[in-house]
């Protein structure tokens, strides 16, 4: 792998394992997972993706995907690969009268939350706020708000993605509909997702609790 004919299509950081920041980027939330990628690209924006994606095609490489890095079996490193990470594009755009939210995929759920709180808006997200929004969104979702609002990928609207050939799409119900509809909860490798639009609920206080059952001297209570 030529890492070097990358760099002039690339703004952000192209580590590699002698560069200062490898060993901080190549870790996830998974400590067990100790993975040493040839290269991680930190990506800026949608442009630093393509060209990464481009990069990787024409060096008949396979790359690993790195948003929240939350994922347990450690999918977002591997060993002596290329990794694309999209964890440094953290923008979201709030539309209160939509009411929707535009996030870019490198956000985790506690960083979503705080923005779309501003407005008194939420959505069906991760129980754990370092989540990624990416992983979770595309793998189906489940959050406290499921019972109310459903899914993660049933309140999703559009999704910008860049494909394997290195193209920037726009997928929603009326563009690109098959793939608009294998992303809402189909999982991984149909490309880099760059942006998310979701469906926002005023919701601005969620009530929780145990439920039990506990068994005492022949009485059943619930607490």
């Not at 594009?89 to 939509?98: C, F, L, R, T, Y």
């Not at 929707?100 to 490198?106: E, F, H, K, L, S």
Request: glycine share 16%.
């Amino acid at each position: 792998m030529n890492i070097q004919a990358l760099r002039p299509h690339f703004q952000g950081e192209i580590l590699t394992q002698e560069s200062g920041g490898y060993e901080l980027a190549r870790r996830i939330w998974n400590g067990m997972i100790d993975r040493r990628p040839a290269a991680i690209a930190r990506c800026t924006g949608p442009a630093d993706v393509v060209s990464a994606v481009r990069f990787a095609a024409d060096s008949d490489i396979y790359p690993a995907v790195r948003a929240g890095g939350h994922n347990v079996a450690g999918h977002a490193m591997l060993d002596g690969g290329f990794v694309i990470d999209v964890s440094q594009m953290k923008g979201i755009v709030v539309d209160p009268q939509a009411p929707t939210a535009t996030a870019q995929t490198g956000l985790t759920w506690g960083g979503f939350d705080r923005e779309t709180q501003l407005h008194g808006l939420a959505t069906t997200g991760g129980v754990v706020s370092t989540t990624g929004i990416a992983g979770l969104t595309l793998g189906g979702g489940v959050g406290w708000l499921s019972g109310r609002c459903g899914l993660v990928c049933d309140n999703t609207l559009e999704y910008d993605l860049v494909s394997a050939t290195g193209e920037l799409l726009r997928t929603n119900a009326s563009q690109h509909g098959d793939l608009f509809w294998a992303l809402k909860g189909g999982g991984g490798n149909f490309g880099v997702v760059t942006t998310i639009t979701y469906r926002m609920y005023p919701i601005t206080t969620v009530i929780s609790g145990l439920l039990a059952d506990v068994k005492c001297c022949g009485f059943t209570a619930t607490s």
